[in-house]
């Protein structure tokens, strides 16, 4: 059988690093803004501004989505890396 030689290709442990690092920046960047928009959202409200408890409250659920989605990416990755390294 004649297929591709994976050994050849070098680096995998240093693109695990490298990605994971941006990750992990992700991430940190994304709970800082879901605490941001959070507390903007409580100020908002309890000084009766709709206006910016309703973007605070968009900026919250965009920032929740985007931790979510950063944290998946990071175990994606990974696992992916992981099915290249066995193939």
Avoid: E, H
Wanted: net charge positive.
């Amino acid at each position: 059988m004649v297929g591709p030689d994976f050994g050849a290709v070098s680096g995998a442990g240093d693109l695990r690093t490298i990605i994971g690092a941006l990750l992990t920046y992700g991430l940190v960047i994304a709970v800082l803004m879901v605490v941001a928009c959070a507390a903007t959202w409580a100020i908002g409200s309890a000084q009766g501004s709709w206006q910016t408890a309703s973007k605070a409250k968009t900026g919250l659920f965009v920032a929740l989505g985007g931790a979510v989605l950063t944290g998946g990416s990071l175990v994606w990755v990974n696992w992916l890396l992981s099915i290249g390294a066995s193939l």
